[in-house]
């Protein structure tokens, strides 16, 4: 099929989503998906992004979480800096309870945040509520349950001077704070 093709109906895809279309939304994101050639797989292709990303997102509105992780991993495999993509692999893990690869998922997120492609992209989840929810819930929650945590978080502390990274330098108070709550708990 040709790149129209494939835009066509993700744009049209899109289309019924504003409209809270979402069946036929998702029927024709597949139809879309199909049409998209193994060569057009690429991290240099924001439309297959949008679909894969899109698809994954109505997957997890609808509780099926294997769709929904298998579209995560076919972005990811050929832009693992995707930030939909790694935002919606972070809530995933949440409800698999594997608290160290989400924590090592959103700190991904918070690294891929500063590469400037946000507008190629067209991400959901580069808003500040986005970063709101990882902050508030999505962060303090992985890292209090991680096993891990002490390490990743040392990683942490390493990696934000080192990016110039401001979104990770936060994450590390957040550690911070979440350490002082617990302590603090425990005396």
């Known amino acids: 099929m040709t790149t129209e ?6 744009q049209s895809g899109l289309s019924y989503l504003k409209l809270n279309l979402k069946d036929p939304a998702r029927e ?9 050639s193994q060569d057009e797989m690429r991290e240099d292709n924001p439309v297959y992004l949008g679909i894969v990303s899109t698809l994954a997102l109505l997957s997890l509105e609808q509780a099926d979480f294997e769709g929904a992780c298998r579209y995560v991993d076919q972005g990811l495999s050929v832009k693992k800096n995707h930030l939909d993509l790694l935002f919606l692999k972070a809530l995933l893990l949440m409800d698999q309870k594997k608290y160290d690869e989400m924590l090592e998922t959103i700190i991904h997120y ?13 991400y959901r989840y580069a808003h500040e509520g986005a970063l709101k ?3 508030e819930n999505l962060l303090p929650t992985s890292y209090r349950l991680a096993f891990q945590q002490t390490e990743i978080k040392e990683l942490v502390r390493k990696l934000y001077p080192a990016a110039r990274n401001d979104w990770l330098k936060k994450a590390h108070e957040i550690m911070d704070k979440t ?3 617990r ?3 425990e005396h």
């Open 5 to 10: 093709s494939y835009t066509a109906n993700y």
């Open 28 to 36: 024709t994101l597949k139809r879309a998906l199909a049409q998209v």
């Open 110 to 122: 918070l690294l891929a945040k500063g590469n400037g492609d946000e507008a190629v992209y067209d």
């Open 133 to 135: 929810e990882i902050y």
């Open 179 to 181: 350490d002082d709550q």
């Open 183 to 185: 302590n603090h708990q």
